[in-house]
């Protein structure tokens, strides 16, 4: 059983600033597993945000977060990042790290098995 738990959101941020939330899994990730972050706003469905191949060489972002978010991560210590720049209100949400069922690196919530608990990210205008 695969634990994660995200870390770096609480608080307040001013539009434009910028954060960085780290997601720290209890167990290292063979390479047959990506990692990805997701969100969720109150009243909306859970969205992706980006996503990580087991080596890093490989990631994708959603378009409203292209170009200002950056998603890495380090094996060696088994966590996994998400650099958010520039942010806006939109940006507001509950974000999750989740780990993604094995071979599978998509988008889809449908595709990732274990999650974190959430973080929350609050952008004022």
């Known amino acids: 059983q695969v634990q994660l738990v995200e870390s770096g959101g609480g608080g307040l941020v001013q539009a434009g600033g910028s954060l960085r939330l780290s997601c720290a899994a209890s167990e290292s990730t063979s390479s047959s597993y990506s990692m990805g972050w997701f969100r969720q706003a109150p009243g909306k469905e859970r969205e992706f945000v980006a996503t990580i191949s087991w080596g890093g060489g490989s990631t994708d972002y959603a378009d409203s977060v292209k170009g200002r978010f950056t998603i890495s991560r380090d094996n060696a210590k088994n966590m996994v990042y998400l650099r958010m720049n520039s942010l806006k209100p939109d940006d507001t949400a509950v974000y999750y790290c989740?780990?993604?069922?094995?071979?599978?690196?998509?988008?889809?919530?449908?595709?990732?098995?274990?999650w974190g608990q959430g973080t929350q990210v609050t952008v004022s205008s």
């Open positions: 989740a780990r993604s069922l094995r071979y599978y690196s998509g988008r889809s919530v449908y595709g990732y098995s274990y």
